[in-house]
């Protein structure tokens, strides 16, 4: 989805990896605006991870293949792509994503291994929509809730994950490397019902 933070969620959870241990290569997916692929080069160069890219206007989906094929070959642990955003009601942008898909597929069968959908928490019940198409096209197997340092409350949350059985698996609670969390429950419900009390 169109602002909702992806590239910067994807340098975190870079450097989230590789504080775990994990080498990591960055694939620069989003091809249709140039400053995409600058900003996850610039998370490449601050994380110390390989970024494969190519020309603004390539094909997203033979960027990632490349990607794949240069991180299988480097045993890379795990190759983070990124993609551009897109509105779940153009399906042009739909069908490319379904593409990167199939041709990740045809390099190693199991790929991809997650399919994350980054959602702005200031996005409300549209979230659930968005997160209902994705998932049926691509098959999303998580869900990253950025922006939940701002005004959101953040109960789409729980919308997402009960309606359509998916994992949160993340949150961006700020700017710093280092304010994208695993998603707790228990925390989160905790601070919600803080927050509501104010």
Do not use: C, Y
Not at 174 to 182: A, K, V
Request: proline share 2%.
């Amino acid at each position: 989805v169109n602002g909702a933070g992806k590239t910067t969620t994807i340098g975190k959870l870079a450097k989230r990896l590789q504080r775990e241990g994990l080498n990591v290569m960055l694939a620069a997916g989003d091809t249709f605006r140039a400053a995409a692929v600058e900003q996850l080069q610039v998370w490449g160069e601050r994380n110390n991870v390989p970024v494969v890219a190519q020309q603004t206007g390539a094909d997203s989906a033979s960027v990632i293949f490349d990607a794949l094929q240069s991180a299988k070959s480097k045993d890379v642990d795990v190759l983070i792509a990124d993609t551009a955003g897109r509105l779940h009601n153009k399906d042009n942008l739909m069908e490319e994503l379904k593409k990167v898909v199939r041709v990740m597929s045809k390099l190693d069968e199991s790929a991809p291994h997650e399919i994350l959908l980054v959602l702005d928490a200031t996005m409300g019940q549209n979230a659930i929509a968005q997160a209902e198409h994705f998932k049926q096209a691509v098959g999303v197997s998580g869900i990253a809730i950025t922006k939940l340092d701002g005004t959101a409350k953040g109960g789409v949350v729980f919308a997402i994950s009960q309606q359509l059985g998916l994992p949160i698996r993340f949150i961006g609670v700020g700017e710093q490397i280092e304010d994208l969390r695993p998603f707790e429950a228990k925390a989160f419900t905790s601070a919600l019902f803080a927050q509501q009390g104010e």
